[in-house]
């Protein structure tokens, strides 16, 4: 039994040290996630009877090995797979390419070549020695005559000069074969290198096939390097036009291999979340520090209260702040080559149009659909934080539309305006797109110095502010403005706040925040009064009133 085992394991050794297999897989698919990618590749491979290593080259450099999925026939058996960065090999690669093929075939034809001209050129060599040989003789035999004598220096000498004439030729000939011999060995060497050369990973398979043949293999796998995210041009003509929407993707990927016409998916799953369901541990109260902050007293704000009440103000209504020095990128309309599958879990974008998304960490952009979208047009401000007026969109049942956060290009009136953002996961039933900033409606808040004013009242202080807001319309139709200010609240039973004036505004006693919905003729200006009254300790000090 044990000669048997031992003969077993000498025959196992034996069998995997056999010459390995290479073999290039192909991207045929990808399906891409926010924040990583799987691919799905496919090769040929032709498989002698018994045990064989195949070496599997261009997947990507990054991969979860435990991801990695080996499809074959039933007649081949999977028995390992690795996956490594550093694989160093005895044998040389495949050649079976035609391009490596060619320029194999190339190089012997020029090593003969070169054999050739050195054969001849010794021969040249010998024939002078032997020249050189007979004149020594010649001229030691006194039997010769004048005449003989001259017609063998003419020979000699006409043969000598063509036979070194000869020589030269051959080497010149060897010279420039020797240097094309360099060229295709370079040649060769880009060649067997070409499909690698941006790609070290490479997937080490270890199988057993029952009968020899072409066998083919598909390999899937997911990798990290790779991402997409939603982005959207949103181009209207006027604010009485539906809006057109291109729903586009950035898709980047840095896996090492170029995916070359690849059927794209793109997906807001995750497929590296945690899906072990979460359990409820006992959630005990403690004590801790208050930490708190008090600002210089001369601010208006502290440093982050200006963005807190900017986006108490906004509300439902969202005000977005504009860059307007970035690029548009058109891109054609391929939305009847996308089909949109939605589950409970996550949206998936199936494009049936070939794409080339290149290893090289760029965003390349892929157009999914094109949107119209009916909107309502409004004109949005709130001066007491940004002087300017926003111009808003407003859409209705856009849960339908399977939008995701992203980015957006806007295009108001054939000219690019800047960004926004959109953010279909919010509670309320409109989604509100801001257009861009309009300067052609004016905004001014200044404050009425002869209404403002602080006075002490025994222990204590009473500080009053007013302040008018100016609206003027210098478009040429009519504008709805939606119109926002607010007054502070009290959190601490000695401070005492009053509102004195708010020209018939709709107020949230809640949050202090003003609204008037203002109806605009062209050119014509309208004015809202705001006041209120303040009245705390007099020893004590408002750092954001």
Same mark, same amino acid.
Request: aromatic share 8%; charged share 25%; net charge positive.
């Given at each position: 039994? #044990?000669?048997?085992?031992?003969l077993?394991?000498?025959?196992s050794?034996?069998?995997?040290?056999?010459? *390995?297999?290479?073999?290039?897989?192909?991207?045929?698919? /990808?399906?891409?996630?926010?924040?990583?990618?799987?691919?799905?590749?496919?090769?040929?491979?032709?498989?002698?009877?018994?045990?064989?290593?195949?070496?599997?080259?261009?997947?990507?450099?990054?991969?979860?090995?435990?991801?990695?999925?080996?499809?074959?026939?039933?007649?081949?058996?999977?028995l390992?797979?690795?996956?490594t960065?550093?694989?160093?090999?005895?044998?040389?690669?495949?050649?079976?390419?035609?391009?490596i093929?060619?320029?194999?075939?190339?190089?012997?034809?020029?090593?003969?070549?070169?054999?050739?001209?050195?054969?001849?050129?010794?021969?040249?060599?010998?024939?002078?020695?032997?020249?050189?040989?007979?004149?020594?003789?010649?001229?030691?035999?006194?039997?010769?005559?004048?005449?003989?004598?001259?017609?063998?220096?003419?020979?000699?000498?006409?043969?000598?000069?063509?036979?070194?004439?000869?020589?030269?030729?051959?080497?010149? %000939?060897?010279?420039?074969?020797?240097? #094309?011999?360099?060229?295709?060995?370079?040649?060769?060497?880009?060649?067997?290198?070409?499909?690698?050369?941006?790609?070290?990973? #490479?997937?080490?398979?270890?199988?057993?096939?029952?009968?020899?043949?072409?066998?083919?293999?598909?390999?899937?796998?997911?990798?990290?390097?790779?991402?997409?995210?939603?982005?959207?041009?949103?181009?209207?003509?006027?604010?009485?036009?539906?809006?057109?929407?291109?729903?586009? /993707?950035?898709?980047?990927?840095?896996?090492?291999?170029?995916?070359?016409?690849?059927?794209?998916?793109?997906?807001?799953?995750?497929?590296?979340?945690? =899906?072990?369901?979460?359990?409820?541990? *006992?959630?005990?109260?403690?004590?801790?520090?208050?930490?708190?902050?008090?600002?210089?007293?001369?601010? #208006?704000?502290?440093?982050?209260?200006?963005q807190?009440?900017?986006?108490?103000?906004?509300?439902?209504?969202?005000?977005?702040v504009?860059?307007?020095?970035?690029?548009?990128?058109?891109?054609?309309?391929?939305?009847?080559y996308?089909?949109?599958?939605?589950?409970?879990?996550?949206?998936?974008?199936?494009?049936?149009?070939?794409?080339?998304?290149?290893?090289?960490?760029?965003?390349?952009?892929?157009a999914?659909?094109?949107?119209?979208?009916?909107?309502?047009?409004?004109?949005?401000?709130?001066?007491?934080?940004?002087?300017?007026?926003?111009?808003?969109?407003?859409?209705?049942?856009?849960?339908?539309?399977n939008?995701? *956060?992203?980015?957006?290009?806007?295009?108001?009136?054939?000219?690019?305006?800047?960004?926004?953002?959109?953010? *279909?996961?919010?509670?309320?039933?409109?989604? =509100?797109?801001?257009?861009?900033?309009?300067?052609?409606?004016?905004?001014?808040r200044?404050?009425?110095?002869?209404?403002?004013?602080? %006075?002490?009242?025994?222990? %204590?202080?009473e500080?009053?502010f007013?302040?008018?807001?100016?609206?003027? =319309?210098?478009?040429?139709?009519?504008?709805?403005?939606?119109?926002?200010?607010?007054?502070?609240?009290?959190?601490?039973?000695?401070?005492?706040?009053?509102?004195?004036?708010?020209?018939?505004?709709?107020? =949230?006693?809640?949050?202090?925040?003003?609204?008037?919905?203002?109806?605009?003729?062209?050119?014509?200006?309208?004015?809202?009064?705001?006041?209120?009254?303040?009245?705390?300790?007099?020893?004590?000090?408002?750092?954001?009133?």
């Open positions: 039994m #044990k000669k048997i085992t031992l077993f394991v000498l025959f050794a034996i069998a995997f040290a056999q010459k *390995p297999i290479f073999t290039t897989a192909k991207v045929k698919s /990808a399906t891409v996630y926010f924040n990583a990618a799987e691919l799905s590749q496919t090769t040929s491979v032709n498989l002698p009877a018994g045990t064989s290593e195949i070496v599997i080259k261009n997947v990507a450099d990054y991969l979860n090995e435990n991801t990695v999925q080996i499809g074959a026939p039933n007649s081949v058996t999977v390992s797979v690795q996956f960065q550093n694989y160093i090999s005895e044998y040389e690669i495949d050649e079976t390419n035609p391009a093929k060619k320029v194999r075939d190339s190089i012997s034809w020029t090593e003969k070549e070169i054999k050739k001209t050195q054969i001849d050129a010794y021969s040249h060599q010998q024939t002078i020695a032997l020249l050189d040989g007979n004149q020594n003789v010649a001229g030691a035999n006194s039997g010769l005559n004048v005449a003989e004598l001259m017609k063998l220096v003419d020979y000699y000498k006409a043969k000598r000069t063509e036979l070194d004439n000869n020589i030269v030729a051959l080497k010149e %000939k060897e010279t420039k074969l020797g240097q #094309k011999l360099s060229a295709l060995k370079s040649k060769l060497e880009i060649n067997t290198q070409k499909e690698e050369k941006n790609s070290k990973g #490479k997937l080490i398979i270890q199988v057993m096939n029952e009968v020899a043949g072409l066998v083919n293999l598909d390999i899937n796998y997911i990798t990290n390097n790779a991402s997409w995210q939603p982005f959207y041009d949103l181009r209207a003509d006027n604010v009485n036009s539906p809006i057109n929407m291109m729903y586009k /993707a950035q898709v980047t990927q840095w896996t090492g291999i170029d995916w070359k016409k690849v059927n794209l998916t793109l997906s807001s799953g995750n497929p590296n979340q945690n =899906n072990q369901a979460p359990i409820l541990s *006992p959630w005990f109260l403690r004590y801790g520090n208050f930490n708190y902050y008090r600002g210089n007293v001369n601010s #208006k704000y502290k440093d982050g209260d200006k807190n009440v900017y986006n108490q103000i906004q509300g439902s209504a969202a005000g977005v504009v860059e307007e020095d970035n690029a548009v990128y058109n891109v054609a309309s391929v939305s009847g996308t089909t949109i599958q939605e589950n409970q879990l996550n949206v998936s974008f199936d494009i049936d149009i070939p794409y080339d998304i290149l290893s090289n960490s760029k965003p390349h952009s892929v999914l659909k094109d949107i119209k979208l009916p909107a309502t047009y409004k004109y949005y401000a709130a001066p007491r934080v940004e002087k300017e007026a926003f111009l808003l969109a407003e859409i209705n049942d856009y849960s339908k539309y939008l995701l *956060p992203g980015e957006a290009n806007i295009i108001f009136e054939g000219m690019y305006v800047g960004k926004t953002n959109i953010n *279909p996961n919010q509670t309320s039933d409109t989604l =509100n797109l801001s257009m861009g900033r309009d300067k052609k409606v004016s905004i001014k200044e404050k009425v110095v002869d209404k403002s004013g602080t %006075k002490f009242l025994s222990s %204590k202080k500080q009053t007013t302040f008018d807001i100016t609206v003027r =319309n210098n478009k040429k139709e009519m504008v709805n403005m939606l119109l926002k200010d607010q007054y502070p609240l009290s959190t601490d039973k000695e401070i005492e706040v009053e509102l004195l004036e708010s020209n018939n505004a709709k107020e =949230n006693k809640e949050t202090g925040i003003l609204t008037w919905d203002l109806k605009l003729n062209p050119n014509e200006t309208k004015k809202i009064r705001i006041s209120y009254k303040v009245k705390y300790p007099k020893d004590k000090v408002i750092d954001n009133l």
